[in-house]
Structure formats: structure tokens, C-alpha cells
């Protein structure tokens, strides 16, 4: 792909760039306010979301085509570059027609392939910038074949958006980060710039320093972060807003290293075995969760605890794919004798 910069008139091509705004448009007020302060403290490129993917019907759906005007008006008083969310190509048709500057596409439109040659169709031709955020789920060919979608329609200012990937299992995050991802994306795509997205990503406001630290740290192009006038009261993702002075206070306390290429790909490596190894760790407490699940169905069944004969045939075929993994036999014996003494450690626990 022969992809180009963001470069967007009078805006410094210095890492980071950076995107804010409130998650969604609620009203003119509130857009405002929040668009005025962002512009005094220098943020160029403004984001509020208009059409809102809520997981239910009910909730707030977003303003819809007035926000577009509200849009305008920022742009007419403030001079900020203006960006908001597309599904649909009348949502394009909509947005390009209402002088919107940039455009991204969400974290479940992106994930599917319909939604996103529909986009594509509607972008034929025309010359905007277009952020496409991870799909949902944590599928690097589909998060590339939604790029290249784009790409396809003619699009080269691309960035993509690194939102955090949608997990079962409960943790921290809102979405968790699997930083080895957008790392893999940038191997495979050098030149495709990368925003991180540390307000969904974190889904709390505590966690959107620490998280842009981390981006800035692995080399990330740019930050989108969700910024409104008055947080608490915002109609949809309240918990993970900041306001225009916290924003200021944490671009400021960003550091941007300027390392070289050596330490930066050791950095990256370290970084890959880091989420490696809080995987394994939340694996491991998975399993151990479901083994006291395991060991409540027995206790309720009148079943001994231990029954070898299943947990033998497990061992040996852990150690014979062990083998064809390049891993050494002994190695997994002694792990998965520690994880089942563990295991079986609850499960008398729950005996008792
Ligand atoms: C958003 O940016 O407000 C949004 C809806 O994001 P995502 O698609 O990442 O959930
Ligand atoms: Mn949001």
C-alpha cells in the first residue's frame, strides 16, 4: 500500500497527533463549550460522534444530521479540523456534504465486511482523511481487509485506530489493549500511521495517562482522547471522559521519547512478552474459576475430587504437542503438574 500522512494544513507533523472531543454530540451548548476550550489550549482536530452504536435500542443514539451543523459551527469559530463517525454511506454522504474534515469508522463497523464496502463505495473519488478503529474482536486480517476496503476506494490518508479488543472475560480494561496487535499491524504495515484510544481502550478516566504513556512509549503516531466540558454528565461513555484542563495537564506529562531504532524494537519485544504474560495470567485464572466450578459439581454429586485416569491422558497429550511446539517436554510436565496440584488445591478447598 502506498499510504500518505495525515497532514492536515497547519497542523505540526509531531508525534503525537492528537484527536479530542466529546464521545458523542449532545447539545450545541455542550459542544461549544467543549470545542472552545479544547481550541484555547491548541488541540486542532476536533471529534464528537453524531450517529451513536449503542449495544441496545433505547439508549442515546446520538443527535444525528443537526450535529453535523453544531460540527460546522466549530469549525467556523474555533478553525479546528472537525471528525466524526461513519456506518453508513449516508452517514458519508451526510458528513462530506456538511464540510467534515475526517472521518472514522467504529469498532463494530469495522468488523464487518458489508458495512465496510458500503463506506468504501460512498468514499470513491472523493479526498478525506479516514481512521479506521480495530474491529472488536482481536482479528488483525480483518482489521487489514477493512484498511484495504478504503484503501481500495481510492483513500490514502489512512491511520488506523487502536481501540482495545472486546474480551469475555472481565479485567481491567474495558477493552483490553493485546498491544502485540496494532504492533504486529505496523510490521506488517510500516507506513500506516497508529492512534491509540486509551478512553475505550480503558473505559475509565485513571486509565487514559498510563495508557497514553504506554502508546507513546511504543511508538504510536497519535491519540484520540475523550474530552467534554463537563464529563459526569455526559449522556454516553461518562466514566471515561476527561475535561479539557485534565487533557491539557496529561499531554503535558507525556513523555516522548525519541528512542532509537534498536532499543525501540527491544522495547517492543518486551512489551509483547509483558501482554503475553499477563495473558497467561488471566488464563490461568480463568481455569482455576471454572476448576472450583469443576469442584462445587462434585461436591454437589457425591464425586471424589481427584479422578486420575482423565487428568494422565491430559498430561501426556500436553507433552507429546509440547514436543511439536518446540517446547520442551519437561517444561510443560512441570507446568501443567503445578497448574492441576492448584487446581485440586480449590477443589478440596471447596470439599471442606
Ligand atoms: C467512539 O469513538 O465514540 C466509539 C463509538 O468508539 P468505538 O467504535 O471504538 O467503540
Ligand atoms: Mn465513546
Redesign the pocket.
Known amino acids: 500500500m502506498e499510504l500518505q500522512p495525515i497532514l492536515l494544513p497547519g497542523i505540526e507533523n509531531a508525534r503525537p497527533l492528537l484527536i479530542a472531543g466529546p464521545?458523542?454530540a449532545e447539545t450545541e451548548a455542550q459542544v461549544m463549550d467543549t470545542a472552545r476550550q479544547l481550541a484555547s489550549k491548541n488541540v486542532k482536530i476536533f471529534?464528537a460522534?453524531i450517529w451513536?452504536?449503542r449495544t441496545k435500542p433505547g439508549g442515546f443514539e446520538g443527535v444525528g444530521v443537526q450535529g453535523l451543523q453544531w460540527l460546522k459551527h466549530v469549525k467556523a469559530e474555533t478553525g479546528m479540523y472537525v471528525a466524526t463517525?461513519v456506518a453508513t454511506s449516508r452517514h458519508v454522504d451526510e458528513a462530506l456534504g456538511n464540510g467534515i474534515d475526517l472521518l472514522?469508522v467504529?469498532?463494530?463497523?469495522s468488523a464487518n465486511p458489508f458495512a465496510m464496502q458500503e463506506i468504501a463505495d460512498a468514499l470513491h473519488g472523493v479526498d478525506v482523511p479516514v481512521l479506521v478503529?480495530n474491529p472488536?474482536n482481536p482479528d488483525l486480517e480483518l482489521w487489514i481487509g477493512a484498511i484495504e476496503r478504503i484503501y481500495n476506494a481510492g483513500i490514502r490518508h489512512i491511520a488506523a485506530?487502536h481501540?482495545g479488543f472486546s474480551m469475555y472475560d472481565k479485567n481491567m480494561y474495558r477493552?483490553h489493549p493485546q498491544w502485540h496487535i496494532p504492533m504486529e499491524l505496523r510490521r506488517r504495515l510500516p507506513q500506516l500511521p497508529i492512534i491509540c484510544?486509551p478512553?475505550?481502550i480503558g473505559g475509565k478516566r485513571e486509565l487514559i495517562a498510563p495508557l497514553a504513556q504506554q502508546a507513546m512509549d511504543l511508538n504510536f503516531d497519535g491519540l484520540?482522547i475523550?474530552t467534554h466540558a463537563h464529563p459526569e454528565q455526559a449522556w454516553?461513555?461518562a466514566a471515561q471522559q476527561i475535561t479539557p484542563d485534565i487533557l491539557e495537564y496529561i499531554m503535558h506529562t507525556l513523555v516522548i521519547r525519541d528512542t532509537n531504532q534498536s532499543t525501540e524494537n527491544l522495547a517492543q519485544l518486551r512489551k509483547q512478552i509483558d501482554e503475553y504474560d499477563a495473558g497467561l495470567l488471566e488464563t490461568l485464572a480463568a481455569r482455576m474459576r471454572v476448576a472450583k466450578e469443576i469442584g462445587r459439581y462434585k461436591k454437589e454429586h457425591n464425586m471424589p475430587v481427584l479422578q486420575t485416569t482423565r487428568y494422565d491422558e491430559i498430561l501426556q497429550k500436553y507433552v507429546a504437542q509440547a514436543a511439536q511446539l518446540g517446547i520442551s517436554p519437561d517444561f510443560i510436565q512441570t507446568i501443567f503438574v503445578a497448574i492441576h496440584e492448584e487446581s485440586v488445591r480449590h477443589q478440596m478447598e471447596i470439599m471442606r
Open positions: 464521545c458523542s471529534r460522534g451513536k452504536p463517525e472514522w467504529g469498532a463494530r463497523t478503529k472488536v485506530v481501540r477493552n484510544d478512553s475505550h484520540i475523550e454516553s461513555d
